[in-house]
């Protein structure tokens, strides 16, 4: 009897599981949408810049190949060797300054995956869930009816949290 009560027990209690749309909950947060724009305005006003070098680079160019003629061979050569060197600084300088960007860009789209997971965690607790599981390409959920899917009350409390503390800093 007591067998057949703790097993009817336990199968009444249930795992709260539901699941979460990763993809959508990293592009759709505030906080990522703001930090690529920032990170595209960076990358444009760089290429911006270097575009300006690069076209005065290209305009030395022409002008090199308009006179060369009239140069001796030696002084071709000496402002084809300067040419060349331009040129490799200023790919040095492109590669330099984007790499700069590129790396910074990842370490905050890193933090901010983490503060997603996290958020995804808390909620989970605050909620009562067992498992939270992230639907994505790699398959960890394949399927999942509808009134599973968290992914817009965990957004909605990540974005309002996010405006919330820009809220408080701004007061502060």
Same mark, same amino acid.
């Given at each position: 009897?007591?067998?057949? $009560?703790? *097993?009817?027990?336990?199968?009444? @209690?249930?795992? =709260?599981?539901?699941?979460?749309?990763?993809?959508?909950? %990293?592009?759709?947060?505030?906080?990522?949408?703001?930090?690529?724009? &920032?990170?595209?305005? @960076?990358?444009?006003?760089?290429?911006?810049?270097? #575009?300006?070098?690069?076209?005065? *680079?290209? %305009?030395? !160019?022409?002008? *090199?190949?308009?006179?060369?003629?009239?140069?001796?061979?030696?002084?071709?050569?000496?402002?084809?060797?300067?040419?060349?060197?331009?040129?490799?600084? $200023? @790919? &040095?300088?492109?590669?330099?300054?984007?790499?700069? %960007?590129?790396?910074?860009?990842? +370490?905050? %789209?890193?933090?901010?995956? /983490? /503060?997603?997971?996290? +958020?995804? /965690?808390?909620?989970?607790?605050?909620? !009562?869930?067992?498992?939270?599981? !992230?639907?994505?390409?790699? !398959?960890?959920?394949?399927?999942?009816?509808?009134? =599973?899917?968290?992914?817009?009350?965990?957004?909605?409390? $990540?974005?309002?949290?996010?405006?919330? #503390?820009?809220?408080?800093?701004? @007061?502060?």
């Amino acid at each position: 009897m007591w067998v057949l $009560l703790a *097993f009817i027990s336990f199968s009444c @209690q249930s795992d =709260k599981t539901g699941f979460v749309d990763t993809e959508k909950l %990293i592009t759709e947060f505030n906080e990522m949408k703001a930090a690529k724009e &920032r990170f595209t305005k @960076q990358s444009d006003e760089v290429m911006k810049e270097l #575009q300006l070098k690069i076209d005065a *680079f290209e %305009i030395k !160019g022409q002008q *090199f190949q308009s006179n060369a003629a009239s140069m001796s061979r030696k002084k071709q050569e000496e402002r084809y060797n300067e040419l060349a060197l331009e040129n490799q600084q $200023l @790919q &040095r300088e492109q590669q330099s300054r984007m790499g700069a %960007i590129q790396v910074e860009s990842q +370490r905050v %789209i890193d933090s901010l995956i /983490k /503060k997603v997971k996290d +958020r995804v /965690k808390v909620y989970g607790k605050n909620n !009562g869930y067992t498992y939270i599981y !992230g639907a994505n390409d790699a !398959g960890s959920v394949m399927y999942g009816a509808q009134d =599973k899917d968290l992914t817009d009350a965990i957004l909605n409390v $990540l974005n309002s949290a996010e405006a919330s #503390q820009e809220t408080a800093e701004t @007061q502060e």
